[in-house]
């Protein structure tokens, strides 16, 4: 087996010798330059399609404004329902009939894992795509690849670096959703907490069949914690916040930001079930008075006036959109004319401290050759009851 | 020690939840021999139906009877006009209408009520923790709506002529026919019934679990490893095994064989159930003569 691998590798690496030698230019006319994309525009995870429009919004401004590099950008975005096999079968059509130069913000852990082999093999560049999962920074095996928000590793290196700033001796109890996505808080911590992991904290897993998770959130108030870090999904989220709080422990409480809906978790758990609890932020809330004459959130009001003018403003899908297309943006000006496969790929690992509209301020978005993590800084934040309140400053993720 | 009571009395609320869906299916299975793979979907589509009630402004329990009265007739409808063509189909041919009617409710529901998680209101919601933080309010009224039903069921099978009637119906349809029971008619009832119950279970499980699409999928095998485990043509075995599944869940998962394995566990009760004793702890053992 091991040597049919091998053979197979040495081969695929045989056919790639002669591509490497020159830059390869596809998706490129002198007029267009064409972006592939899936979303899922159907299916359970349908309310992330607003991602996809408000990606097609913000090229459609680019166009209006001239393109970039003398061309117009042809965003081609299909459906993939959030289901890999799909995404496969899209990718297939985006890169092989549609011929597209790039990827681009691709949505889904499970999608993305199901085609990321495909785009390596074929050195197409995947970019900035629209999950937290942590193995978009594996530059060194998967260079065509790379994320945009902050990973959930580097979240919970970011809880566990404030944690133990608060309490030193801190015993702490993490409850994770057993799959790529859980895992990725527990190295996050481990990171943090070293060779001292073990003793400090006890874990606890769930699956996502688990009808409840009250009997983790039980086993893990019996460990003694002081500390509670739950890396869960909305519905297991909310399961947790109102269990804790009805079994009357007290820990400090941090949330995987993904569950901070205030519709989709903090309210049905009971709003006031969750005060205390920690999360973190990257990103300006766009229905916070706070930033009402914040230049960048003038000018993505006004884009979204214009370009999408039957849009929810309240939905944040519109700005993660905004955010990572800037980012897209600054890539390709920054290509000067030079489309290749390989260019583009330099460029995005060629980055620095580059400012988005609506990231906090401080945040700022870097890439290097050996670092594919675009965001690595987030701010906490804290549940009055009513909404998500920040403090303190901004904190980098763990050097790792 | 603490940890232990705590984990038994969380084993025991879960359980509950696993013997109401039990009890469900049961019922189908009492009625017309089948296990119905859609019962959850269904009971989790009752239950969007009172929570559009009870937002429609109808006090708790006006919602809960009227639910009742829609879900049976869901039950009744879904059997006239989806499975009485199949009367004389194969079991697969069958399992095939479940799994499609499994598919068509859980999508017409993320279509309708949308994916997001809804809290659904308890009636016996109580602000104080009882017993320290143990139990909640809402575990012990829906423990105990549970016993209810379940008593409901053993008089209706047991003294009622319609009970008696149904029960014949599912046990040998050409002998009833003979007799003069509508064998057509009591399977829908059975139905009905079932649609009834999974009703009642969905709204006691969705204040605990949260409303969605999906609320029942983990649920049903549990419940079936429950059903099972007591007996697939017992309702009080089904109960009792509901509740020992939940406990057995709760107690391995914690100290046996950790949280990774508890779906397992349901799977392996299954599996030692249909390989010992097939017909549960307090089934009735049937003997044909071949």
Redesign the interface.
Known sequence: MMQRRTLLASSAALLAVPRLGHAVTVGVTATELKIGNFMPYS???S?YGVIGRGDAAFFKMVNDQGGVGGRQINFISYDDGYSPPRAVEQTRRLVEQDHVALLFHTLGTPSNSAIVRYTNQRRVPHLFLATGADKWGNYQDTPWTIGWQPSYRTEAQIYAKYMLEQKPNAKIALLYQ?DDFGKDYVTGVKDVLGSRFDGMVTT?????????V???V??L??SGADVMVTAAT??FA??TIRKIH???WHPMHFLSNVSI?I???M????PERGIGIITSAYQKDITDATWANDPGMRSWREWMRKYLPEGDITDSGYATAFNASTTMLQVLKQCEGDFSRENIMRQVANLHDLEVPLLLPGIKVNTSPTNFHPIRQMQLQKWSGEHWERFGDVIEGANV | MQGLAHQLIAGIATGGIYASVALALVMIYQSTHHLNFAQGEMATFSTYIALTLIQAGLPYWVAFAATLVISFGIGVFTERILLRPMHNASVLANVGVFIGLLLVFRNAMGWMFEYTIKSFPSPFESDTPLLGGLVSGHELGSTAVTLVVLGLVFVFFRYTKLGLAMRAAAFNASSSKLVGIRVGWMLALGWGLAATIGAIAGMMIAPVVFLEPNMMLGILLYAFAGALLGGIDNPGGAVIGGFAVGVIENLGGAYLVGTELKLTLALVIIICVLLVKPSGLFGRVVQSRV
């Not at chain 1, 309210?267 to 009971?270: K, M, N, S, V």
């Open positions: 299916g359970p995870a309310a057993n606890a897993s769930y699956e996502v069949t688990d009808p409840t009250d009997s983790q039980v086993s108030r019996g909305p519905k909310a399961q009805d079994i009357g809906s519709a989709a978790v309210r049905p758990a009971g």
